[in-house]
């Protein structure tokens, strides 16, 4: 009974320190657009409490990617939560094509004009740490937009709060009810005050709700790890072009510099950083304003998808007899007509053949990736099959040539091919974080499980890459 009674207590101990040296609140900041050659191009204007402190203090990795393309706001985001791509978590874009329907569908869109995390299809590591903790675990989201916010959230968040058409803040019933009588408050305060300004200051509005979570709620206060989201972005606040960057994007990074120092400064003040792990991170594609490249002799074209689809669906209507089989087209996907092409018994592999061939002739498409080649896994392309979702993506995705602009005239969709990388880097900083560069190449899906082991609690559950560290 004596050896039971020391093994119980020497089992206790263990644990106890095990949650001791867990870090007792991660921050995870998700900055949308940051790139680190603008990081580089204004760090001489950086105080030595936000940026410059980040990158001379915490661990930095250079090389971050995602490990799947395309990737928009919504699918990176998805990814950070999950530790997954969009073949497993089915967040494949801002927005898709609804099957059913044949209409646009927004990633957090219930269909019922609300918002929720219910297109996520796997765990996050919000909802990860809920189930581990027993729910006493804290996770809470803030962000300037409704799918940053949520897509970090997950399924069982605390709170998870957006600015609305007002300007103001807001939730969605699938979190709460109603708004707590912090946020209330905070928007007859504070909010007001932003609401008022002409060039909105979204960073800091959001940074300062979080500030005001960390005094309203217990986020920190007990021996169980929580979680804080924050969504920032490096991005103009007017939402217009960049047309000179020297001179536009230096007051961007000036102020996120200043936003990220006084949001460290006031979780100091309030905790010990070894007992706090900040985790900082791009979305890693970058919006630019569309350039006329013919003026400069680049080669370049506009690729009308729509008529692109309409050829398809005659020539395939050549061969097999009349019909649409063709369903319909979006962004550079063709969605085809399963129950048709069923009816007439003609074989799916046959068809994506035929029209692979058919539209590599097509001026301005680099490649064609039909549904059975993308599915086959070939390591050639490994980045657009984690991109992809069989259940959600088009038959056929058309990668049109870098420097030429896919045109829908029927929806007026548009948007500018470049094969090129934004480079963004992956910081860990406080939680007895060690100084260190590492510039080998590292994938932003790592992030999750890294958070996960930090805090003694399993990775999401479609996450099957390695931490970090």
């Known amino acids: 009974m004596r050896y039971l009674a020391l093994l119980v207590a020497a089992l206790t101990t263990a644990e106890m320190q095990a949650y001791e040296l867990a ?32 990158l001379d203090e915490g661990l930095v990795y250079e090389g971050a990617t995602y490990p799947f393309f395309p990737v928009d706001q919504s699918s990176a985001t998805a990814s950070i939560s999950t530790g997954t791509t969009p073949f497993y978590n089915g967040i494949i874009g801002d927005t898709w094509l609804d099957r059913k329907s044949l209409q646009p569908v927004g990633s957090v869109d219930d269909g019922k004009g609300f918002f929720s995390a219910d297109k996520i299809r796997t765990s996050t590591i919000g909802d ?69 300004q002409k060039n909105h200051q979204d960073n800091d509005n959001v940074v300062d709700l979080a500030l005001a979570a960390l005094s309203s709620t217990d986020l920190g206060q007990d021996e169980v790890s929580d979680i804080l989201n924050i969504t920032l972005s490096a991005t103009k606040s007017d939402g217009k072009p960049v047309h000179n960057w020297q001179e536009e994007m230096q007051s961007v990074y000036q102020q996120l510099d200043y936003t990220l120092g006084r949001l460290i400064n006031a979780v100091e003040k309030k905790m010990s950083m070894q007992q706090v792990l900040f985790v900082v991170t791009s979305t890693g594609y970058s ?76 001026a301005g498409v ?17 980045k657009i099959r984690a991109g992809y979702n069989p259940i959600l993506c088009g038959d056929i995705i058309i990668n049109v040539a870098p420097g030429w602009r896919l045109l829908n005239e029927n929806t007026q969709q548009t948007s500018m091919s470049r094969a090129g990388v934004v480079p963004f880097p992956i910081i860990f900083f406080g939680d007895g974080i ?18 996960a082991k930090t805090i003694r609690i399993r990775a999401p559950n479609a996450c099957t890459v390695a931490p970090l560290f």
């Open 366 to 382: 680099a490649d064609v990736y039909t549904s059975d080649r993308i599915q086959s896994g070939n390591n050639d392309i490994q």
């Open 23 to 54: 870090p007792r609140l991660v921050i995870n900041v998700t900055i949308d657009q940051l790139r680190s050659d603008y990081v580089e191009a204004f760090s001489k204007f950086y105080s030595r409490y936000g940026i410059k402190r980040l």
């Open 128 to 196: 990860e740490l809920k189930v581990s903790s027993n729910g006493k675990a804290l996770v809470y989201s803030f962000a300037a937009d409704s799918k940053s916010a949520i897509l970090l959230a997950g399924h069982a968040a605390d709170g998870c709060y957006w600015l609305g058409k007002d300007r103001l803040w807001t939730t969605s019933s699938y979190y709460e009810k109603s708004l707590p009588k912090w946020v209330r408050n905070y928007n007859e305060g504070f909010g007001a005050q932003y609401k008022k």
């Open 434 to 451: 060690k100084q260190e560069r590492v510039t080998g190449p590292v994938t932003v899906d790592r992030i999750a499980p890294t958070i």
């Open 287 to 362: 919006e630019e304003k569309p350039t006329d490249l013919s003026r400069y002799r680049i080669p370049t074209g506009t690729f009308y998808i729509n008529r692109t689809a309409s050829l398809l669906n005659m020539y395939l209507g050549a061969i097999y007899g009349p019909g649409r089989y063709v369903e319909q087209e979006y962004g550079n996907e063709i969605y085809l007509d399963h129950r048709l092409i069923e009816q007439k018994r003609i074989s799916m592999s046959e068809l994506l053949s035929r029209s692979q061939e058919f539209l590599m002739q097509s």
